[in-house]
């Protein structure tokens, strides 16, 4: 709630904490190719090896028609390699590969290739911070805001949308917080660890289980202490295990995590 009120305070007096307010002001890495300011991925070939989409986050792209597909993934193809459009599949499913009669889209690798984009903080979070705040009720103009946080979104990737995005009845502004999340989900797309940050503070998007899923389908809540921490600052590593309860465990929740 501390929180909240703070980030109210901010999004009412803009002269003292002035935001991003165009996608071209977003904290973003231009990557140009020209040694050393290179891609991380050596070889992007390997990007999209042994990689499927998930039917989830395909089958929103979907519904919303969403302009971002052809950037972000390859076309799906059935077993005499036709196009059947953008087809992914779930996430640990039960079961041998051979079940899914198609080839599911995989990731597009010109995500990686030189030159490239990495997000930092973008214009479009900022946009969706204040919808949320909006839609909870400590500002206003909600409606306003998720528009604006989409439409960045889609720009920031390289594609473009129209006012006509928001007449799908998916994508229209319905006044809760779980739109609003979903469509951060998805500007945070390629934004570090975000979506993952974003999930343990709100439990949103909800995201579909199976039984085949390891650590009872519960989404970590936080990494292991890397091994080289363990063998050489031991005592603190203990102490560290101490204040967790003493397990490091991936489910022990940190200090802001209520969810």
Do not use: C
Not at 65 to 92: F, H, M, V, W
Not at 118 to 144: C, D, H, P, S, W
Request: aromatic share 12%.
């Amino acid at each position: 709630t501390n929180a909240f009120q703070k980030l109210t305070a901010m999004i009412n007096d803009p002269e003292t904490y002035p935001v991003f307010e165009t996608v071209e002001e977003s904290a973003v890495l231009q990557v140009t190719g020209v040694t050393p300011n290179i891609s991380p991925w050596g070889r992007p070939q390997d990007f999209p090896l042994g990689v499927k989409m998930a039917a989830f986050f395909v089958d929103n792209l979907n519904a919303l028609e969403d302009p971002r597909r052809p950037i972000i993934q390859t076309g799906a193809q059935d077993l005499d390699n036709n196009p059947i459009g953008y087809k992914g599949i779930p996430s640990a499913y039960a079961g041998p590969e051979s079940q899914f009669e198609f080839n599911a889209s995989t990731l597009n690798r010109a995500q990686v290739e030189n030159p490239m984009q990495i997000f930092l903080m973008t214009y479009a979070e900022v946009e969706f911070i204040k919808a949320e705040m909006a839609q909870r009720g400590y500002t206003t103009n909600a409606q306003e805001h998720y528009e604006a946080g989409v439409t960045a979104a889609i720009t920031q990737l390289g594609a473009t949308t129209t006012e006509a995005y928001f007449d799908n009845p998916v994508a229209a502004y319905d006044g809760s917080l779980e739109q609003i999340l979903l469509q951060k989900y998805y500007a945070l797309y390629f934004v570090d660890y975000q979506q993952w940050f974003e999930f343990r503070r709100t439990g949103l998007p909800e995201l579909p289980t199976t039984e085949a899923m390891l650590n009872d389908a519960m989404m970590p809540s936080r990494f292991f202490y890397p091994s080289d921490v363990q063998i050489s600052n031991q005592a603190n590593y203990q102490q560290a295990l101490e204040l967790l309860g003493g397990a490091d465990s991936i489910n022990t929740k940190v200090w802001w995590d209520n969810n």
